[in-house]
């Protein structure tokens, strides 16, 4: 046996010798340096023409000049730009100012312009020959050298030229904070989308727009907390990943834990058990903001990672969230845009936030537009809604459960009416698992949900606090999953374990941030309210 061993070794040891040679020239050809690219020939003619200046291109920052306090662009137009007439100096006035070069002027090779932007302003800077006392090749060359897109800070006096351009006529040579060492088309244009979310640092600085919806982001995050703690909410934290997904219905995206012997972890498509659980605990007054990963597809409307906030409110009822709801949102478009009415995108009326919110009963609605819609209380229901859908030629992805069919039968006939803020309530229990009845017959759920301009916006409800019907609603949602409904979440039995310590009476709501930013800053994609929007990777076939 030992000698058919060595003999297999012996064989095995003179394939590798002889394919070695071919595997190691493969990988020398594969992984040769590339022919340098235009864009490597300018950073190491850039570096070169720093060397020769004796610049350092990444200095540490340090404190401006004496007597130049470092002020912001904004500052210098509030403050002088009406101050002045064309042509005047205001030479005791001594700042300092810094920014990014996003134009360049050389007047003559004594007289260079410089707009630095920071900010969203942008300040002129003039560097003259004429008030500078050192080595004049050294100030010819440095001038020469600052190119668009370098980071620079010039220190001088506030003063306007006489075009009447309020300026910073500097007093010493500029100095160069950063180098850009890639050309940036700031006056051709980034247009193009799929260019822009892969750059997005380029399209932010290129497109001023494309800042207006990070900033409106804030904003909004700021008033609701705001608009929360207030109210006496407290803000949590719950987990990303956990062993159990639940609290919507989607598909998660997964992982393994290596400490935990590769066990399976989701990432959360809610928080809303955890949140629930922190109401038992004591804690009535919970919110989180936070990021949810579903994977699903991705339009104008969706993206797989996206941020909510969610809040519960122990001893509240519905109409306490519609009232708060109605409360929030119009606070907030008149404190974020100036008015209580927004332009709608595609020039239809203005979205009206200042009158009182519509309110539409969904079923009563529903069975307005489809007089034939079935009973949903007996075991036929399903097929006779796969009826209504194929008479109706209404497209409806498989699986065909009765949540599924009602909830396309209402995006076709009900949502699109919704364009002003509309409380759709009343759905059928069957739609809301997670949701306390409004009926002694148990089919109507005590929940809303506020559309504005066809789109969802929050959803809220009633909390479930009876674990015996909790098991049994989760009990049923398995079943849908036995159907084939992949987006139902398995049963989480420890939550229901957790509602025999009683949870109080209790209101839940949740709302989505990148439709609202989108909506509020005039956006009509969800990616461009996103700092960095998932996008397909590039293919490199």
């Known amino acids: 046996m030992s000698a058919v061993c060595a003999a297999y070794r012996l064989a095995c040891r003179d394939i590798v010798q002889r394919i070695y040679p071919l595997l190691a020239t493969r990988r020398l050809t594969t992984t040769a340096t590339p022919p340098p690219s235009s864009n490597e020939a300018i950073k190491k003619q850039r570096r070169q023409v720093l060397d020769d200046l004796g610049l350092d291109p990444y200095p540490r920052y340090s404190l401006p000049p004496t007597g130049y306090p470092l002020v912001s662009h904004a500052l210098v137009h509030s403050r002088w730009g009406h101050a002045m007439d064309s042509g005047a100096k205001l030479t005791d006035v001594q700042l300092t100012v810094q920014g990014r070069i996003v134009s360049k002027r050389e007047a003559s090779k004594k007289l260079f312009f410089f707009d630095l932007e920071q900010d969203g302003q942008t300040i002129q800077v003039v560097s003259s020959q004429a008030r500078f006392t050192g080595d004049t090749t050294r100030f010819r060359a440095l001038n020469r050298a600052l190119m668009s897109g370098d980071i620079v800070r010039a220190s001088g006096f506030i003063g306007k030229t006489n075009t009447g351009e309020t300026s910073i006529f500097a007093a010493n040579l500029l100095v160069l904070l950063a180098p850009c060492l890639r050309p940036i088309p700031l006056r051709s244009g980034f247009t193009d989308p799929e260019k822009r979310f892969r750059s997005r640092h380029l399209d932010l600085l290129i497109n001023p727009k494309a800042k207006h919806g990070l900033i409106m982001r804030s904003l909004v995050l700021r008033y609701i907390r705001r608009f929360l703690d207030t109210r006496h909410f407290i803000e949590v934290e719950t987990p990303v990943l956990s062993p159990n997904v639940g609290g919507a219905s989607a598909r998660p995206f997964t992982t393994k834990s290596m400490a935990f012997g590769d066990t399976p972890l989701f990432m959360r498509v809610a928080p809303e058990l955890y949140l629930k659980q922190l109401v038992i605990g004591g804690l009535n007054r919970v919110y989180e903001i936070g990021k949810q990963f579903r994977n699903e597809g991705i339009d104008a409307n969706h993206n797989p990672e996206f941020t909510t906030c969610e809040f519960y409110q122990a001893y509240a009822s519905l109409e306490d969230l519609m009232q708060m709801s109605e409360d929030m949102l119009r606070g907030m478009v008149e404190e974020l845009t100036g008015s209580t009415t927004i332009p709608s995108l595609d020039g239809a009326d203005p979205i009206d936030f200042g009158s009182p919110f519509r309110r539409l009963d969904v079923m009563q609605s529903l069975r307005e537009h489809v007089p034939e819609l079935p009973d949903l209380e007996n075991d036929q229901t399903l097929p006779a809604l796969q009826r209504v859908i194929a008479q109706r030629n209404i497209v409806t992805p498989y699986p065909h459960t009765v949540p599924r069919l009602l909830d396309r039968l209402i995006g076709h006939y009900i949502e699109p009416l919704c364009i002003q803020p509309t409380f759709l309530y009343a759905h059928p229990a069957v739609m809301s698992p ?82 609202l930013v989108a909506l509020l800053a005039g956006l009509s994609h969800l990616r461009e309210s996103i700092s960095f929007p998932v996008m397909r990777p590039i293919s490199t076939k």
């Open 434 to 515: 997670l949701a306390k009845c409004a009926d002694r017959n148990q089919s109507t759920a005590a929940r809303f949900e506020l559309f504005i301009n066809g789109k969802e916006f929050i959803n809220a409800y009633e909390e479930l606090n009876d674990p015996d019907l909790q098991r049994q609603n989760f009990y049923l949602q398995s079943m849908e999953r036995d159907q084939g409904d992949e987006d139902v979440p398995p049963p989480d039995l420890d939550f229901c374990n957790a509602l025999e310590s009683a949870l109080p009476p209790t209101a839940g709501w949740g709302m989505g941030i990148d439709r």
